[in-house]
């Protein structure tokens, strides 16, 4: 299993907003994904801040999963926002 864990930290008002526009759909589709075992984006009491979780069955599933946000409009909205992000593997 792929593990992440970590924050998203916007600068700006602007930053936030392009988050809040965009985590809904970003949320639906990745939920959708094989391989995906968990997936939220959630506010925290700073309204700049929000805590990422998601977890893949393997690396493939995750990879596929970089791949297709990369290519979305939640990474061309979002690309510059800062990323505070932990990847681990965990079993075999």
Request: proline content about 3%.
């Amino acid at each position: 299993m792929i593990r992440l864990r970590g924050q998203l930290i916007c600068t700006s008002e602007t930053e936030a907003a392009a988050v809040r526009a965009h985590v809904g759909e970003h949320l639906r589709l990745t939920r959708a994904e094989p391989g995906c075992l968990s997936f939220e984006i959630a506010a925290t009491e700073d309204p700049m801040v929000w805590e990422v979780m998601e977890s893949f069955r393997d690396r493939p599933a995750f990879d596929v999963h970089q791949a297709r946000t990369r290519a979305s409009g939640w990474f061309a909205a979002t690309r510059g926002i800062l990323r505070d992000f932990r990847v681990e593997e965990i079993g075999d």
